[in-house]
């Protein structure tokens, strides 16, 4: 009787580890198809209010949320030059990745505001804003571009407007702090962009262009035109970075 009862317990393990693998197997699928999701489709909803809304309060520290909002604009981007590559786009589909544009958008403008001066230096701010900024110009090029977009193309160039002028503001901010912070800045930007140089990563022509901005922007700091030499780097920045995104 002992070991007919063994032999039951042995089975019912077995079954169990497979149903259990099985789960997980099916569950891993589901978050892999979730988040591979585009808009118009079944999943999309779960992945942008579900899944990357949880992911977010999984993030610790206030920079490291704001980190993870400049990841979902980026996913957005790639979005919509996928959809941007489809024959036959519906206009639902990009009203629903607009929506969603402007919503991490707005969210993230708000984190920031909220936090600077407190968790966020003003510093933080501001290359976070230039960073949203660069994927919003990236944005707003896939919506200019394609015909499909053209119906929701003005909400991203407004929200690319006002973003651009906050950067302007917190840019003016900076400068006028007594703290040294610009400098800091644009030390860093420019240490960061001359090593950039020196790597094979960047094509000819992207490395030309590195190189007129970063050139340009020191000629602009020994004027003292430090508004336009900080934007002159953060152009730099911008090429650099859409080279990383695989998107220039």
Do not use: C
């Not at 001066?117 to 960073?131: C, I, R, Y």
């Not at 002159?232 to 970075?241: C, D, G, P, Q, W």
């Amino acid at each position: 009787m002992q070991a007919i009862q063994n032999l039951f317990f042995w089975w019912w393990q077995r079954v169990l580890v497979r149903y259990i693998t099985l789960f997980i197997v099916i569950f891993l699928l589901f978050i892999l198809l979730t988040m591979n999701a585009q808009p118009g489709g079944l999943l999309y909803p779960l992945k942008v209010s579900g899944i990357e809304r949880v992911a977010s309060r999984f993030r610790v520290g206030v920079e490291s949320q704001s980190l993870y909002q400049q990841v979902r604009l980026e996913r957005r981007l790639h979005e919509a030059v996928k959809l941007s590559s489809r024959k036959n786009v519906s206009e639902s589909a990009v009203e629903k990745l607009s929506v969603k544009v402007v919503s991490v958008t707005r969210k993230w403008l708000d984190h920031l505001a909220r936090n600077e001066g407190g968790e966020l230096s003003p510093v933080f701010v501001l290359l976070a804003t230039h960073q949203m900024e660069i994927r919003l110009k990236a944005i707003e090029r896939v919506f200019r571009e394609n015909d499909s977009f053209k119906s929701e193309a003005q909400k991203v160039i407004s929200l690319r407007r006002e973003v651009s002028d906050y950067l302007d503001s917190r840019s003016n901010q900076l400068l006028l702090s007594k703290d040294g912070s610009f400098t800091n800045v644009f030390t860093s930007l420019l240490e960061s962009l001359m090593s950039e140089l020196n790597r094979e990563r960047l094509d000819e022509e992207a490395l030309m262009a590195v190189q007129d901005y970063v050139l340009n922007a020191q000629v602009l700091l020994t004027e003292e035109d430090f508004n336009t030499a900080l934007r002159s780097l953060f152009r730099a920045v911008e090429i650099v970075e859409l080279v990383d995104m695989g998107l220039r």
